[in-house]
């Protein structure tokens, strides 16, 4: 099935520092990724929709300049935590929408655990 | 936007009787209702899910039921095993193709 790999698991930077997150497809194109963040025993909350070759669309009240995707090939896209605080800790997970016998689904990266200390 | 309720938040039942959850959702173009049990600091497994054009699906002990037009859905599992025990979420697509999850239930199989 389709797998989406991401990169890295768990993460521990200093606060003000920036953090690179990878979600790359494996055995298929993504034209677009979700990127979403949970917060212990809370639910997934979409940050963001990454589209290939162009702008990535924010929700409401998730700062663009804070959280920088990048989608330059159909394979990977990436999401960088920039000067990180404490309050960015968080468990971050990308997800792309598949396709299989012509019904559609999702495909989740398998999440990062980012600690800002 | 879409938005996404589900409840009970917190279940427990005793292994072999069965567990509910409800979801109801607000957009009306939602049209794929996937249900997802979450292990601790794990990705989203989906475990069944319905589109809109079907009122009902099963998958062993596991089954979905979907009412359009009172725009909720249910998860039911039977038999409970302790292995159920999890985090359990329900999401909703809108047309826009973001999904949309609800609040989540953390379900206990008492043995």
């Known amino acids: 099935g389709a797998v989406v790999s991401q990169h890295p698991s768990r993460v521990i930077c200093k606060s003000g520092t920036s953090v690179k997150i990878e979600c790359r497809s494996l055995d298929f194109q993504a034209t677009t990724m979700f990127w979403y963040r949970q917060f212990p025993k809370q639910s997934l909350m979409l940050m963001a929709t990454?589209?290939?070759?162009?702008?990535?669309?924010?929700e409401q009240g998730v700062e663009k300049d804070k959280f920088l995707i990048n989608h330059a090939s159909l394979t990977l896209s990436t999401l960088t935590v920039t000067s990180a605080h404490p309050e960015d800790s968080s468990f971050y997970i990308c997800?792309?929408?598949?396709?299989?016998?012509?019904?559609?689904?999702?495909?989740f990266g398998s999440g990062t655990r980012l600690t800002v200390v | 936007g879409e938005n996404v309720e589900q409840h009970p938040s917190t279940l427990s039942v005793q292994e072999g009787d069965s567990a509910v959850i409800k979801c109801t959702y607000s957009d009306s173009a939602s049209n794929y209702f996937p249900w997802y049990k979450q292990e601790l600091g794990k990705r989203p497994q989906l475990i069944i899910d319905?589109?809109?054009?079907?009122g009902e699906k099963k998958d062993q002990r596991i089954a979905v039921t979907l009412n359009k037009t009172a725009k909720h859905f249910s998860l039911h599992i039977t038999e409970t095993q302790p292995e159920d025990s999890a985090v359990y979420f329900c999401a909703a697509k809108s047309g826009n193709e973001k999904l949309t999850f609800g609040t989540g239930t953390r379900l206990t199989i008492i043995p």
């Open positions: 990454s589209n290939e070759g162009s702008k990535a669309t924010y």
């Open positions: 997800s792309a929408r598949v396709w299989d016998r012509g019904q559609g689904g999702y495909t």
């Open positions: 319905i589109r809109s054009n079907v």
